[in-house]
């Protein structure tokens, strides 16, 4: 058992400092750190563009659609994908994902920006409860977002990063993917869609 690597943080895939960011494209520091969240923009919008597909479907009690899809990076981590209907237009949504997390997440302990970067690209950490005896799930995340999108849609991509301004909550969950999709689908009426793949560790 003690070969088994079944954690990133096991396997040294710990989060990466702002100005480690993006380079593997060609650069670090701010620039860097743009060009790392345009990628995963880009990838949102391609996969929205693309209807989501390659997704294998999993049935619900809930009013949502529940999918994943294998990654084949030697993980057994699955990218899930949820999507649902909400009464309210995208930007609306939007804001209700990006400032008002208490109030659709049950879970969510406290949150707050750590640092500001631009008008939408955020340090932002939030801690959430779970199940007794588990501890506090501690989230650092990257992010940033759209609202300029075709048709009215809007865009949010986060990641996992390391800060020096934030101190640790509890154990640091590792946020590898987090996208969300905001598009109109009738009057004052979205469909969101929530594509993640998070080491809870």
């Given at each position: 058992?003690?070969?088994?690597?079944?954690?990133?943080?096991?396997?040294?895939?710990?989060?990466?400092?702002?100005?480690?960011?993006?380079?593997?494209?060609?650069?670090?520091?701010?620039?860097?750190?743009?060009t790392?969240?345009?990628?995963?923009?880009?990838?949102?919008?391609?996969?929205?563009?693309?209807?989501?597909?390659?997704?294998?479907?999993?049935?619900?009690?809930?009013?949502?659609e529940?999918?994943?899809k294998?990654?084949?990076?030697?993980?057994?981590?699955?990218?899930?994908?949820?999507?649902v209907?909400?009464?309210?237009?995208?930007?609306?949504?939007?804001?209700?994902?990006?400032?008002?997390?208490?109030?659709?997440?049950e879970?969510?302990?406290?949150?707050?920006?750590?640092?500001?970067?631009?008008?939408?690209?955020?340090?932002?950490?939030y801690?959430r409860?779970?199940?007794?005896?588990?501890?506090?799930?501690?989230?650092?995340?990257l992010?940033?977002?759209?609202?300029?999108l075709?048709?009215?849609?809007?865009?949010?991509?986060?990641?996992?990063?390391?800060?020096?301004?934030?101190?640790?909550?509890?154990?640091?969950?590792?946020?590898l993917?987090?996208?969300?999709?905001?598009?109109?689908?009738?009057?004052?009426?979205?469909?969101?869609?929530?594509?993640s793949?998070?080491?809870?560790?």
């Amino acid at each position: 058992m003690s070969r088994c690597r079944n954690s990133y943080q096991e396997q040294a895939l710990t989060p990466l400092r702002l100005e480690e960011l993006g380079a593997s494209s060609g650069g670090g520091g701010p620039m860097g750190c743009r060009t790392y969240l345009q990628d995963s923009l880009d990838a949102l919008l391609k996969e929205a563009k693309d209807k989501f597909k390659g997704y294998d479907s999993c049935s619900t009690p809930e009013l949502a659609e529940l999918a994943y899809k294998k990654v084949h990076d030697g993980s057994p981590l699955r990218l899930w994908k949820a999507s649902v209907e909400v009464p309210a237009g995208p930007e609306e949504v939007l804001t209700r994902v990006l400032r008002e997390q208490g109030r659709w997440d049950e879970d969510l302990m406290e949150s707050r920006v750590v640092e500001t970067l631009g008008d939408r690209t955020e340090v932002y950490q939030y801690t959430r409860n779970t199940m007794a005896p588990h501890p506090t799930r501690d989230h650092l995340v990257l992010r940033t977002w759209v609202t300029d999108l075709p048709k009215g849609a809007c865009a949010l991509v986060c990641t996992s990063v390391d800060h020096d301004g934030a101190a640790l909550l509890g154990v640091r969950a590792n946020v590898l993917t987090s996208r969300y999709f905001i598009e109109p689908c009738s009057s004052n009426k979205s469909r969101l869609t929530h594509i993640s793949r998070v080491d809870c560790r």
